[in-house]
């Protein structure tokens, strides 16, 4: 298997907290963030919303990845137009996030940056 280095280890942990729900990971329930319970069905996202995010997300990187220490975890909550191909491009809620802190091995600065795109479900 081909070795990637420890800041590429990092980030591909952060990565999966982000994308695992609570409870997903049937040996441990409190792995994973609340980002996937949240309705993002509101016309406006509100601060409280986005305070339990981060505040879920900076909780599970602090318990399972203690290779990084002065974690601190960012969302921007952006709309963006995506290309659609059966129809006109549609508005789609964006989710940014950008996490940094310091390896504590080697003390050196990590940032790692994430996007995802959440909206409602929609039948046609």
């Known amino acids: 298997m081909p070795k990637c280095s420890l800041k590429e280890s990092v980030a591909h942990h952060l990565h999966l907290i982000l994308t695992t729900s609570f409870g997903e990971l ?3 329930a409190g792995y994973g963030s609340s980002l996937w319970e949240e309705d993002f ?3 406006s996202f509100r601060n409280k919303q986005k305070e339990h995010i981060l505040r879920s997300i900076s909780a599970t990187i602090n318990e399972y990845e203690k290779r990084i220490e002065k974690v601190k975890v960012e969302m921007n909550v952006l709309q963006e137009e995506v ?13 940014d996030f950008q996490i940094s802190g310091v390896i504590v091995a080697t003390n050196e ?3 790692y940056k994430d996007s995802f795109f959440v909206s409602p479900l929609a039948y046609n």
């Not at 290309?83 to 989710?95: C, V, W």
Request: avoid cysteine.
């Open 26 to 28: 049937l040996s441990d």
């Open 83 to 95: 290309p659609d191909r059966n129809s006109d491009p549609r508005m789609k809620r964006k989710l």
């Open 109 to 111: 600065p990590i940032v």
């Open 41 to 43: 069905d509101n016309v």
